[in-house]
């Protein structure tokens, strides 16, 4: 998922209205959904799906054998259920198949280095050993071509060396005021000057892989550290024909020192990686038939793949196994759905909302009939926002479906109406830009934003089950009484305020989808 949510929006606009959900002492709950809340609080499912897909499959790149595999899992699971389930194709991608990748230092003293071959690399013949050279802070393009011979042959540190390795909350907490102080100073510093460098040199950090490839380096290493101890962010390699890892900041900060200092260390590099030529992009998709109005629809919305520095948990496997608890409870205690019920696990999210936009596309007829898309895609935190998303009236249909809910899952809830429009930050926005009442559920961080999103770790063992608990008994409670509506809720879009260039903002336009991996 992409980090901008649209809560992010929200906030931006003072006509948006803030509202606490109800709490009562007593809530009298209506029976299907008192029985969703027993079954899920009693007999979950959570840590056995999310066991098999997170441990049995693992990450699920797109173009990668996993993202094929989880989805044959999820039609299978669905099935067992007594769900109906298909995969629905939309494009090809780029086949990659990850394989292992070692990485150790031999001189000037053995070791085994912490690095990660990011996604798409090209991989080793076989293994390269080479010297080490660390880009260093470039005052002028000259100077830049001047050093730029010296990577040939070469493994190159290509990322700025943070010379702190501890979080600043820890400088924060247990140093002095005037500590602190100086080490946030000298991180602008290093920052500012880094930023300048890589702008002289006439590229970027996504070009200058290739400049050093083609100017002969061996192999190329950075690394993308959070700022949190021990948490690397890992996404795709930007080489062609040469490695290209991600090296842990405490591993990567040594022998940035060793170069820096004239002691060039020296790494064997072995990453061992396939490239199958292309395959097929795909959502995977439950369904629930209605049984009074089967051609209106209600959708459950998360995706399914992820980047794979770890095993994708709290990026989207929580929204999916959220999802998957939820149309599993549904199907048990609710046979008589009105509207048609749709579990959405959407493919290629990370590359730019692909699955949900190409379903937007492709099935207009679905899009025009939708009464609400619920979207779980921000970590393993309880839900405690949500965005009215723009629509004039959401106000009283959403208050409506939320009072039906358990008060001890909605009282931490805080809502916004009317909202805004998101402008792509996870697949509810592909709907909301066709005009379909969209909703992000948006989750408590848990550290989120700098320890689990895209990073090597976001593992099982960062789910907190009870948090996913609650949204599933959320979800459910919504789509039931979502689905108790006579008729499909009103889609009128609020008149968007101006933004800070003083023009007219508007509604986001429906965007198609990236159907090839061309030129990504």
């Known amino acids: 998922m992409k980090l901008i949510h649209s809560l ?42 999310a066991h098999e897909l997170l441990d049995g499959i693992g990450p699920r790149l797109v173009g990668s054998p996993q993202m094929d595999q989880a989805s044959d899992w999820a039609i299978k699971t669905f099935k067992s259920w007594g769900i109906d389930a298909r995969r629905e194709d939309y494009g090809t991608w780029k086949a990659w198949e990850r394989g292992l990748t070692h990485v150790d230092m031999t001189y000037p003293r053995t070791k085994n280095i912490e690095a990660t071959q990011l996604a798409w690399s090209p991989a080793t013949k076989k293994a390269v050993n080479a010297e080490v050279i660390a880009m260093p802070i470039f005052k002028s393009e000259a100077e830049f071509k001047a050093w730029l011979p010296k990577v040939k042959g070469k493994i190159v540190l290509m990322s700025q060396n943070q010379s702190h390795g501890r979080s600043d909350y820890q400088y924060k907490e247990f140093g002095t005021e005037e500590l602190y102080s100086k080490i946030t100073a000298d991180k602008k510093a290093a920052n500012d000057a880094w930023t300048n460098s890589i702008k002289v040199t006439g590229h970027t950090n ?33 080489t062609t024909k040469i490695p290209m890892l991600d090296i842990s900041n405490e591993d990567y900060g040594m022998l940035y020192r060793l170069a820096e200092n004239g002691t060039y260390p020296k790494l064997t590099v072995n990453a061992q990686s396939k490239h199958n030529g292309v395959t097929k992009t795909h959502n995977t998709i439950a369904e629930i038939k209605g049984k009074e109005k089967p051609n209106e629809y209600i959708i459950l919305s998360a995706h399914f793949d992820s980047w794979d520095g770890a095993q994708g948990a709290t990026d989207n496997g929580t929204g999916t196994i959220a999802m998957m608890e939820t149309i599993r409870t549904i199907k048990k205690l609710y046979p008589n759905n009105k509207r048609t019920i749709l579990v959405c696990l959407w493919g290629s999210e990370e590359q730019g909302l692909n699955g949900s936009r190409a379903f937007v596309e492709d099935h207009p007829e679905i899009v025009k009939n939708t009464q609400a898309v619920f979207n779980l895609d921000n970590g393993t935190g309880r839900v405690v926002n949500i965005n009215g998303s723009g629509f004039v009236n959401s106000y009283d249909y959403m208050t409506r479906w939320l009072a039906g809910a358990p008060n001890d899952v909605t009282k931490h809830i805080k809502t916004e109406f009317p909202g805004s429009p998101g402008g792509g930050g996870s697949d509810h926005a592909s709907f909301v830009a066709a005009g379909v009442p969209g909703f992000m559920l948006s989750s408590l961080n848990w550290g989120y934003g700098t320890y689990t999103w895209h990073t090597n770790k976001d593992t099982y063992d960062k789910i907190v089950f009870e948090e996913i608990q609650s949204n599933a008994i959320l979800a459910a409670s919504l789509v039931y009484m979502a689905d108790q509506e006579e008729n499909l809720v009103n889609r009128d879009k609020r008149v968007l305020p101006t933004g800070r260039d003083g023009k007219q903002m508007t509604w986001p336009e429906v965007k198609s989808p990236r159907r090839t991996s061309d030129g990504y």
């Open 206 to 238: 996504n070009t200058l892989p290739l400049v050093l490839e083609e100017n002969g380096a061996a192999a190329v290493a950075i690394s993308y550290w959070t700022g949190i101890m021990g948490a690397n962010r890992i996404f795709g390699a930007k």
């Open 8 to 49: 992010t929006y929200a906030a931006l606009f003072g006509s948006a209205i803030t509202l606490q959900a109800q709490v009562g002492q007593q809530q009298k709950l209506n029976p299907t959904i008192e029985q969703f809340v027993n079954e899920i609080n009693n007999n979950s499912q959570l840590e056995k799906i």
